[in-house]
Structures are given as structure tokens and as C-alpha cells.
């Protein structure tokens, strides 16, 4: 039996085949895949600059609007100065008409008083009263007593300013003068009355509702030794101790004739008439 040749690959052939298939010579080949890979380097760039320039139009755009905007925000902020100075030249016009009509019904009552004995005896005590529930002002000797702000609380401080006197501590002076036998308290010449409550709103001490700016002045009339009584009372030592800690300043002074201002605003509610004996 006849075995069959098998003729073995030409190597004419084996070469004609390597150059088909590596018909791009290898350093051709190797700069066409660096073009491609700067390709998609080069579509990364750009992608990338263009992100960061919508960021950037985006950030100006915001800078100019704030910007634009600073303008009405000052302008409202100065609107509304001149509204609270205008508001506060009007209560200041109606308490001087309120003092002015308080003072003529005095007079007309004094007038209409002034008949009989027993009339005029009924003005005094009229006159009596008005001092003593603070509608009428007082002289005499007395005491003043200044708080003002301790220092300012250190910058980044996001707590309460323990160093800015406080509506309680205000009350803890008009107490302690009361307690110490003072006829008549006002704070920043407001009367203290039964009807003046001592209040804060925000950072804004009140006193019979009106704010008050530091430093308060707390203003009594009483007896000549109503510094000392004051200057040994417990209230002294918790002002004592406010000032230590917090620098809060605290000066009291006795006063040879000081005034403490009356309060004409109130208006007669109860009158309890006496049973014939």
C-alpha cells in the first residue's frame, strides 16, 4: 500500500503570510496607539476645562447677584433705621402731649378741689396718693446705682454674653433699693410702679414695656441712710459677685436731692368709697 505524501508548507509561503498579517511595520503600529490613547486624553481635557468653566460662570454669576443685591439690602436696612426714628420722634411727641394734658386735668382737679375744706383736705391726700402709686414725681435723698456691660464675650464665642446686664438683674437692684426702704425707683427715668413689669426682648431690657439702652440707671428716693442699708444688703453681694466674675460694672452713689420722674400714664380702675361710721 501506497502512503500518501504530504507535502510540507512552502516557506516562500510561510513568509508571504507574515507579511500579510504584519503589514503594518511595529513602529507604526506602536505611534497609530499612541495617537488613539492622546485621542481619548485630549476628549478628557476638554470635558474636564469644561466643567471647570461652567463652575466658574456659575460662581460669578452668584458673586454678581449678591453683589447686585447688596445695594436694596443696605437700602432696606436704611429704610427701616428711619422708620424706628421716626416712630420714636412720635412716642416721644405723644408722651410731651400726654404730660401736657396730664397737668391740666391736676389743675382742673386742684381748681375744682379747692372750694370747701373738706375738699381741699381731699386734694392733699389726692396729692398724696399720686406720689406714693407713682403718677406724681418725688425729691429727696437718695441712691443711684449704674450697670453697664462687663467686656465683650471673645471673638467665635457662639454662647450666651453672661457679661450684658440682664432684665433679672435689674430687678435684683429695683428689689434691693425697695428691700433697702426706697419711697420711689426708676430705671433710665422710667417709674417703677405696680403696673412696670421688668422684661427683656432678644438683647433689649423693658421696663413698664419701653426699651431701655445700657447703661441702666436705677434712681431712688428715700432715706439718708439708704446707701448704707444697700451697701450691706444681700443684693450687694450678688452684684459683687457679677462683677467678679463677668467684669459687669456696678457704681452706687448717695445722692443729696435726687428726682425720680412720675408716671402720668396710669388711669384711676377701683375706687373703694369708706361706709359712713
Known amino acids: ?13 510561510s513568509l508571504l503570510e507574515r507579511l500579510v498579517d504584519d503589514a503594518l511595520d511595529p513602529g507604526y503600529q506602536e505611534t497609530a496607539d499612541r ?36 445695594p436694596s439690602a443696605g437700602q432696606t436696612r436704611a429704610d427701616l433705621i428711619d422708620r424706628i426714628v421716626q416712630a420714636n420722634g412720635e412716642v416721644a411727641a405723644l408722651d410731651a402731649r400726654q404730660g401736657n394734658l396730664a397737668r391740666r386735668a391736676e389743675g382742673l382737679r386742684t381748681a375744682a378741689l ?6 381741699r383736705a381731699l386734694a392733699e391726700e389726692v396729692a398724696t396718693l399720686d406720689v406714693e402709686v407713682g403718677v406724681a414725681p418725688m425729691s429727696g435723698p437718695g441712691v443711684e446705682v449704674t450697670l453697664s456691660d462687663g467686656p465683650p464675650a471673645p471673638a467665635g464665642n457662639d454662647g450666651p454674653d453672661l457679661a450684658r446686664v440682664l432684665d433679672t438683674d435689674v430687678q435684683l437692684v429695683v428689689n434691693g433699693l425697695f428691700a433697702s426702704g426706697a419711697e420711689a425707683v426708676a430705671v433710665n427715668g422710667q417709674r ?3 403696673l412696670s413689669p421688668i422684661r427683656s426682648a432678644g438683647e433689649a431690657v423693658l421696663v413698664g414695656f419701653r426699651p431701655l439702652t445700657p447703661p441702666y440707671v436705677v434712681t431712688a428716693v428715700g432715706p439718708a441712710d439708704m446707701a448704707d442699708a444697700f451697701e450691706s444688703s444681700s443684693t450687694r453681694t ?8 463677668y467684669g459687669m460694672g456696678v457704681e452706687v452713689t448717695a445722692q443729696d436731692d435726687v428726682t425720680v420722674p412720675g ?7 377701683y375706687v373703694m368709697k369708706e361706709k359712713a361710721p
Open 35 to 70: 495617537g488613539e490613547k492622546r485621542t481619548v486624553d485630549w476628549r478628557h481635557s476638554v470635558a474636564f476645562a469644561l466643567a471647570i468653566g461652567i463652575t466658574a460662570a456659575l460662581a460669578t454669576a452668584a458673586v454678581l447677584q449678591v453683589r447686585a443685591g447688596a
Open 192 to 194: 417703677i410702679t405696680a
Open 263 to 269: 408716671r402720668g400714664d396710669l388711669q384711676l380702675r
Open 238 to 245: 450678688e452684684l459683687n459677685q457679677l462683677e467678679a466674675a
Open 114 to 119: 379747692n372750694g370747701t375744706s373738706a375738699n
Open 1 to 13: 500500500m501506497t502512503t500518501p505524501v504530504v507535502d510540507e508548507p512552502d516557506a516562500s509561503l
